[in-house]
């Protein structure tokens, strides 16, 4: 039975079976929200320390901070996608990522954006080791590259529109403050959305 699950993950579904299951728009949309999110916090986080007072060169590093940590994150998961799954891998990055954003609404000193810096870059670094291969646990290989491409596309969609929103957010009301709660929000969506993903059928 494991050999034959095996070669069934081998060939895994086309990309025209993918694309009829709700497994594959769930995970479409949960990497929207996600990528809506992480893309909001790498372009402006750095202004958002200067416009709470932090001088330039200190809310620099907090960028490095988040690309530093970012590689154990991705160490870390990559080992425990092998021993709790992709699934639960990824629903404990959105908990971590809600859990630093509510922290973020808080922090005003150096030392709380670095620790924010330093969770938020390891969920960061975790959420693209996962992507792949979950995209491959529910669809196979046969078509896994178009699959995972067109999830990177739905990354770059959020992507797109979320650093205009927290860019209009600030426009609008001088602070960052409810974009963030933006990104809370639709961070708590993805989980959602992963949460209501169904363990793929190994038979």
Avoid at 105 to 125: D, I, S
Wanted: with cysteine; charged share 10%.
């Amino acid at each position: 039975e494991e050999s034959s699950g095996s070669n069934l993950a081998e060939m895994g579904t086309t990309f025209r079976e993918a694309l009829r299951t709700r497994q594959f728009w769930t995970l479409w949309f949960a990497n929207v929200a996600l990528v809506f999110c992480l893309m909001i916090i790498m372009l402006h986080i750095v202004p958002h320390a200067g416009d709470i007072g932090i001088p330039p060169t200190a809310a620099a590093g907090i960028l490095s901070t988040i690309g530093g940590i970012s590689m154990v994150g991705r160490f870390i998961i990559g080992n425990a996608i092998d021993r709790i799954g992709n699934r639960n891998c990824m629903i404990l990055c959105f908990i971590l990522l809600i859990g630093v954003l509510l922290w973020l609404q808080l922090a005003e000193n150096l030392w709380m954006l670095y620790l924010f810096a330093a969770v938020y870059g390891f969920t960061h670094g975790g959420f693209f080791t996962v992507i792949s291969p979950i995209v491959a646990e529910y669809f196979g290989l046969r078509s896994h590259g178009l699959l995972f491409g067109i999830a990177v596309f739905a990354g770059t969609v959020g992507g797109f529109f979320g650093p205009i929103f927290a860019g209009y957010i600030f426009d609008t009301t001088a602070s960052y403050r409810i974009a963030f709660w933006g990104c809370i929000c639709t961070s708590a969506i993805g989980l959602g959305l992963i949460l209501s993903l169904k363990p793929p059928k190994q038979q």
